[in-house]
């Protein structure tokens, strides 16, 4: 098992106190993975700037949730799992959402299902689709923007998941109820 440093502001690089006050500000406190990332302030920033830019694309907060938790399930991250569904309740989404993007049962929407479906294509297939796989997609009543905005959320999840692969970032306090593990087969 590795770990990496969990910083807090004291302890940040002077470049990432600045945003680990940020941090502070909009959570109440300083995630794990925030402080993980704060070694390189360069990586907290990009982090940072793309969830609040992915949080600003043409997806719903519905949307963003099957995206977010479709690559954290498929990436079995220990922490973004938990860490999203509690995200995702603040937000509002329905629990049968994340219910089933945890479980990967079936969605309660075509539409969401078909989000779901070719953002896993993408994130399998590093990014190799068939034209079949964006047509089905563009079906569902997405475009070409969703096609990038999924690129933009799984930029983001990278990030964030393959850090906490290599951290063993805790998950935080208010999402521990939220605890989930991989199946394993």
């Not at 519905?62 to 220990?78: A, M, P």
């Not at 590093?126 to 079906?139: H, K």
């Not at 990038?148 to 935080?172: C, E, F, M, R, W």
Request: hydrophobic residues 35%; glycine residues 6%.
């Amino acid at each position: 098992m590795t770990t990496l440093k969990i910083h807090d502001i004291d302890s940040a690089p002077q470049e990432s106190k600045p945003l680990l006050e940020g941090s502070l500000k909009a959570f109440g406190m300083v995630p794990g993975l925030h402080g993980v990332l704060a070694e390189s302030p360069q990586l907290l920033e990009a982090y940072q700037t793309l969830h609040k830019l992915f949080g600003e694309s043409s997806f719903n907060n519905d949307e963003l949730t099957v995206v977010w938790q479709t690559i954290n399930v498929e990436h079995e991250c220990h922490y973004c799992v938990p860490a999203h569904t509690g995200i995702a309740h603040m937000r509002k989404v329905d629990a049968a959402i994340t219910d089933a993007l945890r479980n990967k049962t079936t969605l309660p929407s075509e539409k969401l299902e078909a989000l779901r479906n070719f953002t896993l294509t993408v994130t399998r297939n590093r990014g190799n689709v068939t034209q079949e796989d964006l047509d089905t997609f563009y079906a569902a009543g997405y475009g070409e923007r969703q096609v990038l905005d999924i690129i933009l959320g799984l930029s983001q999840k990278v990030i964030s998941n393959y850090t906490n692969h290599i951290a063993n970032t805790p998950v935080d306090e208010p999402f521990q109820k939220f605890a989930w593990k991989a199946e394993t087969v």
